[in-house]
């Protein structure tokens, strides 16, 4: 979650990288924490994008996303196995 402490936490670290240069755990938790952030942004922009619908002329609705799926390993196998 991005909080205000998140962000001014983030700031402050890069304004010291700037100026006087971070230590190797100021480094950590500048990475760390830019880490967080990112996750939370690409996630509630994953969200919004599955929740978004087209609906055309017939009043059909269209998930622009859908939910990827996962390859079936299994049907791999055995139909590599048959030639």
Not at 8 to 25: E, F, H, M, Y
Request: hydrophobic fraction near 35%.
């Amino acid at each position: 979650m991005i909080t205000t402490e998140l962000i001014q936490s983030i700031n402050a670290l890069a304004k010291k990288k700037r100026t006087v240069g971070l230590t190797p755990d100021e480094l950590t938790e500048q990475t760390k924490l830019r880490q967080i952030y990112l996750e939370t942004i690409h996630n509630r922009l994953e969200h919004s994008l599955k929740n978004i619908e087209i609906v055309d002329n017939a009043k059909q609705a269209v998930t622009i996303i859908r939910e990827e799926k996962k390859p079936d390993m299994s049907t791999k196998s055995s139909s590599a196995n048959s030639h």
